[in-house]
Every structure is written in C-alpha cells, then in structure tokens.
C-alpha cells in the first residue's frame, strides 16, 4: 500500500520511499538512499529513469544486480500509484 506523505514524496508499507525532484528521485530503504537521475522527454514516454545511476547507495556501498532490479520494480510500482509512465534506460 502506497501514501503520499507530501506532494512529491511517496511512501509504501514494505518500506521504501521515493522522493521525485526536477532532476531526479531520492529513493530510501530504512536508512540506505540513493539518488537516480532523470529527465523528462514528452509526456507520452513519461519519465526516463537512467538505470546506469542506480549503482552506489549514498553511503558508497555498491547495489547488487538483485538489489537494483528491486530498487527499480519498487520505484515502477509507486509511479503506477501516481499514474505516471516512465521508462528505465
């Protein structure tokens, strides 16, 4: 379950929240955050997630393949949840 603490933050129930800027998004599992970029194409694409981004938690330890594809199926549910489209590239 989803809820959206502020106007650009989300939080859901497993744990994890996702915090969307213009440049990017704060994702956060308990006390580990990390920081993806992003950019806006056109609406109909929706949000362009950079995946190469999604490497390093902000403590510098290194996200592993399982952790990543995690990270990455987590911040694609909450975007459903807000109704917006993105793509992971």
Excluded: P
Excluded at 38 to 46: P, V
């Amino acid at each position: 379950m989803f809820t959206i603490s502020q106007l650009n933050v989300i939080e859901s129930d497993e744990g994890f929240s996702i915090k969307l800027s213009d440049i990017g998004i704060n994702y956060c599992e308990g006390d580990k955050c990390l920081f993806a970029k992003l950019k806006i194409s056109n609406w109909q694409e929706g949000l362009i997630i950079d995946s190469k981004t999604i490497k390093n938690w902000k403590d510098g330890n290194e996200i592993s393949e399982i952790e990543r594809f995690r990270i990455i199926e987590n911040i694609r549910r909450a975007f459903m949840h807000w109704k917006i489209g993105m793509q992971i590239k």
